[in-house]
Each structure stands twice: as C-alpha cells, then as structure tokens.
C-alpha cells in the first residue's frame, strides 16, 4: 500500500478492521496466522493486543486472556520472556497448536507494508510501543484510541502527534470540534452507542464528520452479549442470514471503518451492495 493516508482512505472506501486477526478452526486470534488469515479474506486493518512481560517485551496479546488461548493459569505479565516462550496456544476446541505468543516486534515487521494496524492497550505501554513503531518505521500504518483526557491529549503532543488518534466517545460527540485545534494527528471517533436513538445512530451525524474530513469507526463485533456496542448491529445478526438487519444498518449510515470478527464475509457481503 503506498498511501498510508488512513483519512483519505476511509473517506473513500469503507474499511473492514478484523478484530484480532481472523481466527477459526486450529488458528487462534493474535498469531501471525490470524492475521495473515484476516489479509486473505480482505481485512484493510488488523486490531492487536500488547501485553507486556516481566523483563520488560512486549507481546501481541490480550492481557488476562491466558487461559482461555494458552490453558495457563498465568499472565504474560507475570511471566519473563523465557517462560512467555515455552507457551503455545490452543485452538477453539482446546487442543495444543504449535503456534506461540509472538512478540509486538514480530507482529510488526510481520505486517509492515501490508495493512494499517489498530494497536490496542496502547497507553498501558506508551513509552515501548512507541519505541517499536520507531524501530519498524510503521508509524503511518498505526493507528490509536483512547478515552479524551487533557493528559491523553498533551501526551499524545509530545510522543506521537505524527501517529493516527482516536477519541472514543459513547452516544454523543464531546470532543471532536475541539480536537481539531490540537497539535497531533486527530481523524476521527469510534462511535459506542446502545441505542439508535444515539447520536451515533444517525447518517448525520457521520456526513458531518466526514465534511469536517474526519472518519466513525463503527463495531459489529459480539464480545459480550451484555455490552452493546452498536445498537444490536452486529456480526451474530449478520451472519445468521440477516446481514441487512447488521452490517447493511451500519452501511447505510456510512461508517467509515467497521471492525468485526468475520471479515470475508463482510466483504463479499460489501460488495454484493455495491
């Protein structure tokens, strides 16, 4: 991809986000096989986890998620590095795969060049992060969010105003007008609403956005019946055989990102609507 204009890029196509990579059958999320899964099937950015050993290196994955992919007891923070490698993952039946826990440094170099890269947990390991987005020279690919905060804001001004910045933001829009003043590199919302009667909800209020040259990163991902993160919107409704009543909703609406965990059929659906 030679432009790397995430703005410019989601103004002019939606964007499919696949949420930790593409995982099924024997490839758990967060491996480079999740990813590269994810790439086949058309995802144009991929949503990874940091987690953060003992001695200090950092791992592509969810914090508190041990048992559940690795069948350990133990967190990756706290493990040092060299038990972070004796783990391997299981597969979605709980079977041992020979897929271990990558390090942030290999997910990075695995995907430089080939996609954007939503780096969750950022702020939990700023300071390092950075330091490997520096190091793999990705900075354009990578994209961040955060609740506002003024401390959020001037950090961001100081460590990485060059790098993509996402206010999340639940049922109204507080923040944008003002983050346009700001000194590093604003596009856009991810927008949680519950409710259609949500700001969010609404064609809109994303037109708005977009005149402003500003994007809405919308979430058809399921990870916890009880947290409803687009008003009911999602990729169980959609791939059930209602996929109108889901991801035509939301394109309708013209989000200008949609993060999910089924992206090919996303796409084949996307296209279908073109």
Known sequence: MSNWNLRGRALEKMMIVAHRGAAGGNIPCNTLAAYDAALCQGADMIELDVSRSTDGV??????????????SDRRIDGMHSEDVARQRFVNQDGTPTDLRVNTLDEAFEHLKGRCYINVDKYWEHLGPINEAIRRHNIAEQILVKSWPSEEVFRTMEEAAPDINFMALQRDRDEVSDYLMTRRFNYVGVEAL??????????????RRMNDKGLIVWANSIVYNYREVLAAGHNDDVSVVG??????????????NLIQTDWPLPLRLYAESRR
């Open 58 to 71: 950092l791992y592509a994955f969810h914090p508190g998620m041990e048992y559940a992919h690795l069948r």
């Open 193 to 206: 609403f519950a409710s259609e009667d949500s700001e969010f909800a609404s064609a809109e209020y994303v």
């Open 242 to 255: 209602r996929p109108d009543e889901g991801w035509g909703w939301l394109m309708e609406r013209g989000y």
